[in-house]
């Protein structure tokens, strides 16, 4: 089944593979279907997904990572460390969604800002810290060089 798909205008399927331990109908693949379908890609229409990748286990990852690439899919979502090396060893072409807990530290990315590769995504929720917040009693940069003047010249602020 070669799924070769263009993207959402066009008139051939986009064809999305998953290498993951999941079931179908588990609550992170069918929020990402939702993704899809809010930005144009309907499951039937011109969203294919391949089968054969849900579920996966230790024991059959080899074989499901080589029967996905042979349906020649648009891109695999594939997670966590295993089923993403399992693929990362036999393609460097398809495009992988990563969803794991820490791609750097794993190594499966150089980084998260430049993965390089074939891989991209993101860590899960669960790995994510939380950013730092300002509060309004922080000092903010360069807030000494706001424009008092009743000048309308701009403000030149350093580089």
Do not use: W
Not at 93 to 104: F, I
């Amino acid at each position: 089944m070669a799924a070769g798909g263009a993207g959402a205008g066009s008139s051939a399927p986009t064809g999305f593979g998953f290498l993951l331990p999941t079931a179908r109908q588990a609550p992170q693949v069918e929020a990402f279907l939702d993704e899809l379908r809010l930005n144009g890609f309907v499951e039937g229409k011109n969203l294919v997904v391949i089968p054969g990748g849900f579920e996966a286990t230790d024991d059959n990852l080899v074989e499901r990572a080589a029967a996905l690439i042979n349906a020649v899919p648009d891109a695999i979502v594939a997670g966590p460390a295993p089923p993403l090396r399992a693929l990362q060893a036999i393609t460097r072409t398809v495009p992988l969604v990563g969803m794991s807990e820490d791609m750097v530290g794993e190594g499966l990315v150089a980084s998260l800002a430049r993965p390089g590769g074939n891989i991209t995504g993101r860590p899960s929720a669960r790995s994510m810290r939380p950013l730092p917040r300002l509060s309004a009693s922080d000092p903010m940069p360069y807030s000494s060089l706001a424009m008092h003047s009743s000048s309308a010249a701009p403000c030149n602020l350093p580089p």
